[in-house]
């Protein structure tokens, strides 16, 4: 059974850091690239970081880019994201996901994920 399970959010201060963690069962993490989104209510899922287990190509939205950093163990078929500088406006619940490297795939928006993690919460406090 594939499983991503999130961990690693919390409250945290504006300024303050988090590292998430997804751990992943039910397949490798060498043949996917793993994402990580973020939702707050009443909004759509925002894909914020990406990252190809084959090759480590990474990618960032301008949201986040400069502060968040993706990577992954494969031998602990984890993916990590480390969120430096937090401020208010990262409050969200976090979910990672998983997409198969198949041609044409992409880990930018939602729609594109196959596997998808319960998530986690982060607040960022003022």
């Known amino acids: 059974e594939v499983q991503l399970a999130e961990s690693g959010g919390g409250l945290v201060q504006a300024g303050g850091s988090l590292k998430l963690s997804c751990a992943a069962s039910g397949f490798t993490l060498v043949d996917y690239a793993m994402g990580w989104f973020r939702q707050v209510p009443g909004k759509e899922r925002e894909g914020i970081s990406c990252?190809?287990?084959?090759?480590?190509?990474?990618w960032y939205s301008d949201s986040v880019k400069g502060r968040f950093s993706i990577s992954l163990d494969n031998g602990r078929n984890t993916v990590y994201l480390q969120m430096n500088t937090l401020k208010p406006e990262d409050a969200a619940a976090y979910y990672c996901a998983a997409v198969y490297l198949r041609p044409g795939a992409q880990c930018v928006t939602a729609d594109g994920m196959d596997f998808w993690g319960k998530g986690t919460l982060v607040t960022v406090s003022s």
């Open positions: 990252i190809s287990s084959s090759d480590g190509t990474t």
